[in-house]
């Protein structure tokens, strides 16, 4: 059982980018996933889930209308579609469900 995520990188203020997490070893689609940041010397911070029921979808207040969280069933895979971004987006973001976690893709924004 493994997540692996990719997609980060280094991009400016307001540009964009889209994460994706594949899982192997176990259908993503029986766990609600979650999207979680790490800035530098900060805590986990949740960002944005997506209910295996019944695909519902919600955000952190600060990124709400800028990310979006999807799933792709047949590819086993979850994507986090990201606009806009902000300095304050940096941070080691990674895909969470179930007891599974990834080892996280790097975001830095930055001019």
């Known amino acids: 059982v493994q997540l692996v995520e990719s997609g980060g990188g280094l991009v400016q203020p307001g540009g964009s980018l889209t994460l994706s997490c594949r899982g192997s070893?176990?259908?993503?689609?029986?766990?609600?996933m979650t999207w979680v940041r790490q800035a530098p010397r900060k805590g986990p911070e949740w960002i944005s889930d997506i209910n295996n029921k019944d695909g519902s979808t919600r955000y952190k207040d600060s990124v709400k209308g800028r990310f979006t969280i999807s799933r792709d069933d047949a590819k086993n895979t979850l994507y986090l579609q990201m606009n806009s971004l902000k300095l304050e987006d940096t941070g080691l973001y990674y895909c969470?469900?179930?007891?599974?976690r990834g080892q996280g893709t790097q975001v830095t924004v930055s001019s």
């Open positions: 969470t469900g179930g007891a599974m």
């Open positions: 070893g176990i259908p993503l689609s029986a766990y609600t």
